[in-house]
Antibody, heavy 120, light 109 residues
Framework: EVQLLESGGGLVQPGGSLRLSCAAS????????MSWVRQAPGKGLEWVST????????YYADSVKGRFTISRDNSKNTLYLQMNSLRAEDTAVYYC?????????????WGQGTLVTVSS | QSALTQPASVSGSPGQSITISCTGT?????????VSWYQQHPGKVPKLMIS???NQPSGVSNRFSGSKSGNTASLTISGLQAEDEADYYC??????????FGGGTKLTV
């Protein structure tokens, strides 16, 4: 059974940093691209970033480019999102869905998400 | 990376069919057959319903179908059931190797 467990969310001040983690199990982690997708309270889904299975290529939304860094440790079956220079508009539930197939989407399995709140 | 355009809401009666549109550009929806649809019930995580414009993942009811014409994709739900009431999101791969979602459509049954 595929399981994805996000952690690391919390309250952070504007300009601060936070690192999210996503522990994966139930599939061959290194064989699949992984993504971060966020959802602001009461709002829609927003794709944030995707990293290939090997970790060699990463892609970002313009809204986070230069501030967020996606990475993975295939030996630990864990995905990360380093978030710097956080803004109020980054407040959201962050999900780490698994990518189905060989591209950057679609997303076939989702974790329960972790809430990030950026506020002073 | 502008969001894809979906109607804010649609409604239908049990047993009826409804269609949700998803309009993009030649850089996303119109560029590839990589449009997906997700269902999200309140307080729940999104569920993949359609991939690659019209493919149903295993376990998804065949009442859900997808299509595309030009820069507009569509999700059709036939034989509406109360359990179909949810938010629906389309997404598309883009020519910039990014992914863009639609703003979401609230379906009321």
């Amino acid at each position: 059974e595929v399981q994805l467990l996000e952690s690391g969310g919390g309250l952070v001040q504007p300009g601060g940093s936070l690192r999210l983690s996503c522990a994966a199990s139930g599939f061959t982690f290194s064989s699949y691209a992984m993504s971060w997708v966020r959802q602001a309270p009461g709002k829609g889904l927003e794709w944030v970033s995707t990293i290939r299975g090997s970790g060699g290529s990463a892609y970002y939304a313009d809204s986070v480019k230069g501030r967020f860094t996606i990475s993975r440790d295939n030996s630990k079956n864990t995905l990360y999102l380093q978030m710097n220079s956080l803004r109020a508009e980054d407040t959201a539930v962050y999900y780490c869905p698994k990518v189905y197939g060989s591209g950057n989407d679609p997303f076939d399995y989702w974790g329960q998400g972790t809430l990030v709140t950026v506020s002073s | 990376q502008s969001a894809l355009t979906q109607p804010a809401s649609v409604s239908g009666s049990p047993g009826q069919s409804i269609t949700i549109s998803c309009t993009g550009t030649s850089s996303d929806v119109g560029a590839y057959n990589y449009v997906s649809w997700y269902q999200q019930h309140p307080g729940k995580v999104p569920k993949l319903m359609i991939s690659d414009v019209s493919n149903q993942p295993s376990g998804v009811s065949n009442r859900f179908s997808g299509s595309k014409s030009g820069n507009t994709a569509s999700l059709t739900i036939s034989g509406l059931q109360a359990e179909d009431e949810a938010d629906y999101y389309c997404s598309s791969y883009t020519t910039s190797s990014t992914v863009v979602f639609g703003g979401g459509t609230k379906l009321t049954v």
